[in-house]
């Protein structure tokens, strides 16, 4: 054996074991259950959607022992900053305010934000003056509400994405500001409803979140997004649930 390949292959043995010892086992994976198409409790009790099958897969490709729970979206980052879990795939954007106490590995996919509101309602994000408008707490939408609006409209923030639907269809708000996809697949089994106009395209990138200085667990999952990207994988998945790649 020449020095060459002897030093490829003990280099190739440092960096599996070293991988290796970066995800823990069990991977603990923590989710909302409450987000559909990307996260929800189907009617035998299991979570399902986008995030959860993405999360699967990212898994298998690291071979790692994973359990994925349900978390309610409050407490999703200080659950995970006490050690509950190693990681959240529940659709959380990539910020500078949650960077100062979690980390995010690359992109998963890129989120849009959208109004909807009764058909014949509100024209579009332009059109909500002295209106009522709804958006789940602590999420890019209800920033952007706050951001847009406060003063020339009224806000009321839902603790579940959920809520804020049945307030809409109960006539209590004149429109809701949402990522687009989960409008979209709420769009599918109401009628009455639409997209209000444009979509708002706020550069929203969604991430995994995962705890600060978790270098080798972060690697890992960015190696494990590239493959899932390049082997097919996730472009199956994402076709399960949209007929556009939401990359």
């Not at 707490?137 to 009224?154: C, F, H, I, V, Y």
């Not at 269809?169 to 769009?187: E, K, T």
């Not at 270098?215 to 590239?226: Q, Y």
Request: glycine share 6%.
């Amino acid at each position: 054996m020449s020095h060459m390949s002897h030093w490829a292959a003990a280099a190739l043995l440092a960096t599996t074991s070293l991988a290796w010892a970066d995800i823990p086992n069990p991977l603990r994976i923590a989710t909302e259950g409450a987000y559909p198409p990307f996260n929800s409790v189907d009617a035998n009790g299991q979570l399902v959607g986008f995030d959860v099958d993405i999360a699967k897969a990212l898994c298998a490709e690291m071979k790692a022992n994973c359990e994925i729970v349900a978390q309610d979206w409050d407490g999703i980052i200080p659950a995970l900053v006490a050690n509950k879990y190693d990681a959240i795939i529940a659709s959380m954007s990539i910020t500078d305010e949650r960077k100062q106490s979690i980390d995010f590995t690359n992109k998963y996919y890129s989120n849009y934000l959208a109004v909807i509101a009764p058909s014949g309602g509100v024209t579009g994000p332009s059109d909500l003056n002295r209106k009522t408008v709804g958006a789940q707490r602590s999420t890019l939408a209800s920033q952007w509400a706050e951001d847009q609006l406060m003063g020339r409209a009224s806000i009321k923030l839902y603790d579940t994405q959920t809520a804020a639907y049945a307030d809409l269809q109960a006539g209590r708000l004149d429109a809701m500001v949402s990522d687009i996809y989960p409008a979209m697949d709420w769009l599918t089994t109401v009628s009455g409803f639409q997209l209000a106009g444009e979509k708002i395209d706020i550069s929203d990138q969604i991430g995994i979140g995962i705890r600060q200085n978790e270098a080798g667990l972060k690697a890992a999952f960015n190696t494990a997004i590239d493959a899932i990207r390049t082997n097919g994988v996730y472009a199956e998945i994402n076709a399960k649930y949209f007929s556009a790649d939401i990359y």
